[in-house]
DNA sequence: AAAAAAT
């Protein structure tokens, strides 16, 4: 705690403890059982305006504690007004948490889960995916807490499995990447099911002006809280990127991943198809590795991100998918095989390291064609990333190819649910079962003759230096910023406005 | 330009 440096950390609230809350002691159990005694800035600043009841509009990146910082004042004001009020034979939904995303949903849940571990509080999470069946059957039975995907939560409203009516306090996590993720009718549905007088909490890893306008629009009198300047980075993220051709950077992730010997890494991939290729070709080098991408069942989601966490794989492959909330803990680094197409994507890709008080690396692979993007990066960070040089890094040299690899055979379609020849993971565990449907997404590449393009495999690949070709289209790098207004966006805020 | 999410 001694090396924090002078930013992000306000008003240190060093001193308090979550006894300091006046929270259940079903509540403090649960805190003490898991080692938890002082609160992060944002559970500091927000559990006592939450148990005042007010609404919140908190600006807090991943990793800061948030879901500890909504969940527990949450679970207090349920316990105390249950204590007055409630008949103990009815369950209804009294607490309603929206994620963007399944894994999010899922990790919330687990949170709350925990924290209610004590309590008469039943808690659930919905969303889409998997059967919908025994979802239904859990909020028949009655919850209090019900953690959702919106897409899915509607749809059990259609069912009548579940009423929105009596729920008094409603959370909007990761508010902005819903909102990138066009949910905002849905959520514009979900509220209209909701009753009038209620509890809100939106919480936005940035703050951009059409956040504002969402908060302005759902949230009434709220109060700001707001933990580090939005759009840092973490402080204690080394960040180093490294400039290679566009057809090495393949071979550069697989070098740095042997020469460092890395465990836990997530690589993010902009596409979900590179996600999966790399994963497959970082397998075929003897690495433990697996792909998350949305392409993936649900079931395979789920399993690669089980197995990353409990050390069974070593890298995660992945889309922006896991760029935002996951909680994966102490991560030593984080790898961009490609720049984010969006800067602020960048943040939070990054910020799945250097966590909990841990340091951690932020490694990023570009080529000439992502000058602009490195830009738009550092513009929004303020900083200048240090350029590296890849020690000892000669493209194409790898230990596959003396074990005479390049004359395998391609691999099966499915093939990441592989066993890399090391043993070890099995991925999906989806045994033969290789056709789900789905076309293309995480097909092989096929060997069909002298294809020089992406398609072709790079683990497959002899090694060719790189021609300097350097194809100069990249002659226009100022100007052009296209930014387009969303007018989709505004115009349903603006249909909000009205009602 | 790409990813995510209800079926």
Not at 12 to 25: E, I, K
Not at 322 to 333: F, N, Q, V
Not at 465 to 489: E, G, I
């Amino acid at each position: 705690m001694s090396d924090i440096e002078t930013t992000a950390q306000p008003e240190a609230p060093a001193q308090v403890r979550f006894s300091d809350f006046g929270l259940s002691p079903d509540i403090q159990r649960a805190l003490t059982e898991q080692g938890y005694e002082h609160p992060t800035p944002i559970q500091a600043q927000a559990i006592p305006v939450v148990l005042q009841g007010r609404d919140v509009m908190g600006a807090a990146q991943t990793g800061t504690g948030k879901t500890a910082g909504f969940s527990l004042p949450i679970i207090q004001l349920l316990l105390a007004h249950a204590n007055a009020s409630m008949s103990p034979a009815r369950h209804p939904v009294r607490a309603l948490i929206l994620a963007p995303t399944r894994e999010l949903a899922v990790q919330v849940a687990e949170n709350v889960a925990n924290y209610c571990k004590h309590t008469p509080l039943r808690s659930t999470v919905v969303y889409g995916g998997v059967d919908i069946k025994p979802q239904a059957a859990i909020m028949r039975g009655g919850v209090e807490i019900v953690i959702a995907t919106p897409g899915r939560l509607l749809d059990h409203v259609e069912q009548k499995n579940i009423s929105l009516s009596q729920v008094q306090m409603l959370v909007m996590d990761e508010a902005d990447r819903m909102l990138d993720m066009g949910f905002l009718p849905d959520l514009q549905r979900i509220i209209n099911l909701l009753p009038k007088q209620r509890q809100n909490l939106m919480f936005s890893a940035t703050f951009s002006a059409e956040i504002k306008k969402l908060a302005a629009t759902f949230l009434s009198n709220p109060v700001t809280i707001e933990v580090a300047r939005s759009n840092a980075t973490a402080d204690k993220v080394t960040q180093v990127v490294y400039k290679v051709t566009e057809e090495n950077k393949r071979d550069a992730v697989a070098h740095i991943l042997r020469q460092r010997e890395l465990k836990q890494v997530i690589v993010f991939s902009n596409t979900k198809i590179g996600a999966s290729r790399l994963a497959r070709g970082l397998e075929q080098e003897g690495m433990k590795a697996s792909a998350i991408h949305g392409d993936k069942t649900q079931q395979e989601r789920m399993a690669a991100l089980e197995a990353f966490k409990r050390g069974e794989v070593d890298v995660l492959v992945a889309t922006d998918v896991a760029a935002r909330g996951l909680d994966i803990s102490d991560l030593p680094c984080v790898i961009n095989y490609d720049l984010p197409y969006n800067a602020e994507d960048y943040v939070h890709r990054i910020g799945r390291t250097g966590r909990a008080g841990a340091s951690g690396d932020a490694i990023s692979i570009y080529s000439d064609k992502d000058e602009r993007l490195l830009a738009d990066i550092e513009k929004l960070i303020k900083q200048t990333i240090k350029r590296g040089e890849l020690e000892g890094f000669r493209p194409g040299a790898r230990a596959s190819e003396e074990r005479g690899g390049s004359d395998r055979r391609p691999p099966r379609r499915g093939a990441e649910g592989e066993r890399p020849q090391g043993g070890g993971y099995a991925g999906s565990a989806n045994g033969g079962y290789a056709g789900n449907g789905r076309p293309g997404a995480d097909r092989g590449p096929r060997p069909s003759g002298p294809r020089r393009d992406k398609v072709d495999p790079w683990f497959l690949k002899p090694y060719e230096p790189s021609r300097p070709s350097t194809a100069s289209t990249t002659t226009t790098p100022s100007s052009s910023a296209p930014s387009k207004p969303k007018p989709r966006l505004a115009a349903l805020l603006g249909g909000l406005r009205k009602e």
